[in-house]
């Protein structure tokens, strides 16, 4: 079953415009992921927020976690036109290494 | 770095065919699995191997089966395929040091 859902399906913003993405789950969870993925290509692995961490920054993506609200944003500051890509939300289910992705956020950004 | 190789990037199978797909990964990781993806669907987990020879079902397991009998490759088979097997199959392997997963490149396969 499928539990990360992120939002919105897809977003289109200008080059320089930051981006927040939000993903929601269901079960409890060790930590959350996210992923990019580039047009017909696989996942990469952008950031991990563990179930104890409220906040995470890596460069341009700040990642923040509301365990009480089962969801998390990703946001993407002074978007460049390279990340345009689909974003993935990523959470182990009940501590498993079974992970469930979501469907994913689409980013378009214009140059 | 960590690579994840896939055996092929594109495929084109006849229905009934038995497919191979083989995944390779070489930072001696424990685990490892295999994906699908589809439009508006996302990736759904097929199979995992959290040690050689030992594997267990994802959500979508029917009609698939994998095989593992080395740490570094992990194999998944379509024993039979069929038109709705048409997909992007993704394999990843992830080490319990990190919790972080690496994925191969993908193979489109398509089955006619």
Same mark, same amino acid.
């Given at each position: 079953?499928?539990? &990360?859902?992120?939002?919105?399906?897809?977003?289109?913003?200008?080059?320089?415009?930051?981006?927040? $993405?939000?993903?929601?789950?269901?079960?409890?969870?060790?930590?959350?992921?996210?992923?990019?993925?580039?047009?017909?290509?696989?996942?990469?692995?952008?950031?991990?927020?563990?179930?104890?961490?409220?906040?995470?920054?890596?460069?341009?993506?700040?990642?923040?976690?509301?365990?009480? /609200?089962?969801?998390?944003?990703?946001?993407?500051?002074?978007?460049?036109?390279?990340?345009?890509?689909?974003?993935?939300?990523?959470?182990?289910? +009940? &501590?498993?290494?079974?992970?469930?992705?979501?469907?994913?956020?689409?980013?378009?950004?214009?140059? | 770095?960590?690579?994840?190789?896939? +055996?092929?990037?594109?495929?084109?199978?006849?229905?009934?065919? /038995?497919?191979?797909?083989?995944?390779v990964q070489d930072m001696d990781h424990e685990n490892m699995?295999?994906?699908?993806?589809?439009? &508006?669907?996302?990736?759904?987990?097929?199979?995992?191997s959290y040690d050689v020879k030992m /594997?267990?079902?994802?959500?979508?397991?029917?009609?698939?089966?994998?095989?593992r009998e080395k740490k570094e490759r992990f194999?998944?088979?379509?024993?039979?395929?069929?038109?709705?097997?048409?997909? $992007?199959?993704?394999?990843?392997s992830?080490?319990?040091?990190?919790?972080?997963?690496?994925?191969?490149?993908?193979?489109?396969?398509?089955?006619?």
């Amino acid at each position: 079953s499928q539990q &990360g859902e992120e939002d919105p399906q897809a977003l289109s913003i200008q080059e320089g415009e930051n981006a927040t $993405m939000n993903c929601s789950y269901k079960t409890s969870i060790n930590n959350l992921q996210w992923y990019r993925q580039n047009s017909g290509r696989g996942l990469v692995h952008l950031i991990l927020i563990r179930s104890n961490e409220r906040e995470k920054h890596s460069g341009r993506l700040r990642v923040t976690l509301d365990t009480s /609200k089962k969801s998390s944003s990703l946001l993407i500051t002074a978007s460049r036109a390279a990340d345009t890509a689909s974003y993935f939300c990523a959470t182990d289910d +009940s &501590g498993t290494y079974k992970y469930i992705f979501g469907t994913g956020t689409r980013l378009k950004v214009l140059a | 770095d960590v690579k994840v190789t896939q +055996s092929s990037r594109y495929l084109v199978k006849r229905t009934g065919e /038995k497919v191979f797909l083989e995944c390779v990964q070489d930072m001696d990781h424990e685990n490892m699995f295999w994906y699908r993806q589809d439009p &508006g669907l996302g990736l759904r987990l097929i199979y995992f191997s959290y040690d050689v020879k030992m /594997k267990e079902k994802g959500d979508i397991p029917e009609g698939y089966s994998v095989s593992r009998e080395k740490k570094e490759r992990f194999s998944l088979i379509l024993e039979s395929a069929s038109t709705n097997q048409t997909s $992007m199959y993704l394999c990843a392997s992830l080490t319990g040091r990190t919790d972080t997963q690496y994925f191969g490149p993908g193979t489109r396969l398509t089955v006619l």
